[in-house]
């Protein structure tokens, strides 16, 4: 069973107090047996060539500006851990995504500029008990033809001794990714659930995304 997270680690989460501590309780659940190792999945072309000043949990409003992100809000939550030895506190997650037009803050972006006060990219330490939170907004998908992407946010991790760890997070229930090249190309159901965060119940759409390393 993994410990329970403490006070700080849950106000450690927490740089502009949108973590509640209830919320986080529901994290704290033993690794099953079953659990088998997250799939890569390629880094593509939009990750940040310069990380944005701002790049706190928070993805939807940028420091400095007053407007907040389009799109619809969602809370994306879990843990990193290692299929051997569970929870892995202090390692980095970073995020990044397109907007709500599917577009990305990035200079090889040719579909029109990025929402401006959509932050894009976000990066937290985990928590003891290997949680980590952002709040953000639902992405578009992107792309045209047998390229077109389907909703989803990339993830890249690095935990203490380990190599860097690249991933994409997909949605449930979207029938979008059924046609997605990347997605389609997971070896079977198992890789492919793996990589499908879990829908949970909460006033804001919330979904489960546990990173589990080999
Ligand atoms: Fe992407």
């Known amino acids: 069973m993994a410990p329970a997270p403490t006070a700080a680690s849950l106000v450690s989460l927490s740089r502009r107090g949108l ?12 690794l ?8 890569p999945q390629m880094v593509g072309p939009y990750y940040p060539v310069a990380k944005p000043t701002d790049s706190d949990i928070d993805l939807t409003e940028v420091k400095g500006r007053s ?4 799109g619809e809000i969602i809370e994306v939550h879990g843990r990193v851990l290692s299929a051997r030895s569970g929870p892995l506190g202090g ?3 970073e995020i990044w995504q397109a907007d709500h037009q599917g ?8 579909a029109g500029p990025a929402d401006p006060n959509f932050q ?13 939170l ?5 992405p578009r998908f992107y792309g045209s033809g047998r390229f077109q992407r389907t909703p989803h946010i990339h993830f890249r991790v690095v935990a203490e001794g380990r190599p860097e760890f690249v991933t994409q997070m997909y949605f449930p229930g979207v029938a979008m990714n059924a046609r997605d090249f990347l997605f389609s190309r ?10 499908t965060a879990r829908r949970e119940p909460a006033d804001l759409p919330r979904f489960r995304f546990e990173v589990v390393l080999a």
Do not use: S
């Open 120 to 132: 894009g990219f976000g990066a937290v330490r985990t928590a003891a008990g290997g949680e980590y």
């Open 32 to 39: 099953g047996a079953t659990v088998i190792a997250t799939p």
């Open 91 to 93: 390692a980095l997650v």
């Open 19 to 30: 973590v509640a501590a209830p919320a986080l309780m529901l994290l704290v659940r033993p």
């Open 186 to 195: 997971l070896g079977g159901d198992a890789a492919r659930d793996a990589v």
């Open 103 to 110: 577009r990305y803050h990035h200079p090889d972006e040719n």
């Open 67 to 70: 407007g907040r992100a389009t």
């Open 134 to 138: 952002f709040r953000t907004i639902m």
